[in-house]
């Protein structure tokens, strides 16, 4: 079992910026594929971003794509979403996921191992 935990969330306005973390205490999130998802109230959990294994890969969401960024550094066992130009329909809760394989995908279903979310809130 792989414990992941996020931080980072909060409260910001609309074209502000937050950064989210995910780390896995105890073990090396080097190991797995990453990937961000977000579920607001009464929504379904829809998929945000995506890094491979090495960090060669990522993949975006057509509705954040060009303001979110992900990014992993397996040195300090983290996975980052850098998010800019926040507007409120990105308020939900984020949640990490890792998946033990190298490539990286945009289901959420093939995700292994999962976070208990942080909350954003972007307010207008």
Known sequence: ????????????????????????PGRSVSLYAMGWFRQAPGKEREFVAAIS????TTRYADSVKGRFTISRDNAKNAVYLQMNSLRPEDTAAYYCAARSTTDSTIIY???????QG?????SS
């Open 109 to 115: 279903s093939t995700y292994d191992y999962w976070g």
């Open 118 to 122: 942080t909350q954003v809130t972007v």
């Open 1 to 24: 079992q792989v414990r992941l935990v996020e931080s980072g969330g909060g409260l910001v306005q609309a074209g502000g910026s937050l950064r989210v973390a995910c780390v896995a």
């Open 53 to 56: 294994r090495i960090g060669y």
